[in-house]
């Protein structure tokens, strides 16, 4: 059992959750919480990492069957066997709760943490056909928007995600958090030339939408069924000229009242969702 | 000009930021920012303070007029100038800028910070006949959640939210800023019985609708141009089996890959724009 904070492997999770530079070096990035772990792909999976009290509640839980009259504290129970089944499989270390309670990076840690291997893909990869659906990201800036809308963009079917090297980092353990296990699901392409990434994609007949002041079509007017990809800007500061400039259509989404903006994760949620709504039709 | 955090007004501000408790006996909750004061209706702005630079800032820009080719300088100046008009009308107290610095909420003071009278509707004042769009929301926690909620659903053109009192507090710093001044616009209702205020609401002919686990039709397949109201539950747990038997529909919003849920942000988003949507058409 792990029971110093000095340890050189809670040294290097701490740093792995902190540091951008330190994951991108490793090819690795830190997940935490059981749901985050029984969906992580088990060749991903490196180190894991158990505190004492969760490792006891795994273990001595009242591992019962139960059918239809399954109480939340058995769906509990059922968890946590399948955690403890995962844990055999991928091997684990065992943390003291204080030590744990240090390295973790929420208020109420659910006692599991691991490390995982950094997926990669090809922009290629990313295209899939007519079923083309892309959210592209300039420079965002909120891990939580990030995430949220990696986690919307699976459930609306976006086929992936591109985004510029100075939007926050993908694997921010924050970022990661709000993704809810999307994360190791929907493919992204970080690129450092987002300009000519988005001329590659036009010369594929991707159809490239901007949510922009600018806009006079509605976002519900265009046709979405063919390849789709949709542009989103800085919270702040919405898209560059030089990015914005290289959209096919500008689009607005029309908004009452006085309000001037939406966030970005709920325009790009709205954006992603209509295509969705077509596709369906 | 005030130099002491032991100010007595400066010590009645942290608690007014801090303690929802406070607000209440008060009356009154705290805007933070340039936008948040220039949105302010002038008649519920009972005190202002502005950082010792800011000031400085406000007085000493250059002040010319600036026409087609207005630089974000001068976008900076004029909104100054306006923040400085508004200042001569309501009146304001300086603050030196370590203190103004250790009241903020914000890690980057915008320099202005003042006190607004809570507005207070009645039920009525949300129904608007055939125009009736309203959110209702059932213990959410997070404020930056409720926060944005309130603005996308102006720009949705909802004419109301209801919620309980285990919502966390609408008057709330954060929640405040993330509505981005639509706490102004936006009449709300906070109910100590949600399922009287439903079931009212239902006696007035508003359909009620309920994204839910159970729901088979599809968000988009219901007509929302009738008065709508949409319940939305709390981000762990969802509605209580109480409040989400009162809906007259349960709706789900299809998910692809293994999503299991949305954001409640972004779940009230996509069914205020649907309405919206509809209703333009």
Chains 1, 2 share one sequence.
């Not at 504290?73 to 089944?85: D, I, P, S, T, W």
């Not at 995600?161 to 939007?167: A, C, D, R």
């Not at 600018?214 to 560059?240: C, H, M, Q, R, V």
């Not at 959209?247 to 309000?259: H, R």
Request: aromatic share 6%; net charge negative.
């Amino acid at each position: 059992m792990i029971t110093s904070t000095s340890n050189q492997q809670m040294k290097n999770l701490t740093l792995l959750m902190k540091k951008a530079k330190a994951r991108n070096e490793q090819g690795v990035f830190v997940a935490e919480g059981r749901k985050m772990f029984l969906e992580a792909p088990v060749e991903w999976v490196k180190q894991v990492y158990v505190s004492e009290s969760f490792y006891g509640t795994c273990t001595q839980g009242n591992m019962q069957d139960c059918m239809e009259s399954c109480t939340p504290k058995h769906g509990e129970e059922k968890l946590n066997r399948k955690v403890l089944e995962r844990l055999n499989e991928t091997g684990y270390e065992i943390v003291s709760d204080n030590v744990f309670k240090s390295v973790s990076d929420t208020q109420t840690p659910q006692g599991i943490l691991c490390v995982i291997k950094k997926p990669e893909y090809a922009l290629e990869e990313l295209i899939k056909g007519e079923q083309t659906h892309l959210l592209i990201l300039e420079s965002i800036q909120d891990p939580g928007n990030l995430g949220t809308m990696v986690r919307t963009g699976e459930g609306a079917g976006i086929t992936g995600v591109i985004m510029n090297q100075t939007t926050v980092d993908l694997f921010n353990p924050k970022t990661i958090r709000s993704t809810m296990g999307s994360i190791y699901r929907v493919p992204f392409f970080i690129t450092k030339d987002l300009a000519g990434t988005i001329s590659s994609l036009k010369e594929q007949q991707v159809n490239v939408y901007a949510a922009h002041l600018k806009g006079t079509l509605s976002y519900d007017e265009p046709d979405y069924k063919k390849k789709t990809a949709f542009l989103i800007g800085n919270e702040g500061n919405g898209l560059s000229d030089e990015i914005a400039d290289l959209a096919d259509t500008y689009i607005k989404i029309p908004m009452q009242g006085q309000v001037e903006s939406l966030n970005a994760a709920i325009s790009a949620s709205l954006l992603m969702y209509e295509t969705g709504r077509q596709r369906r039709h």
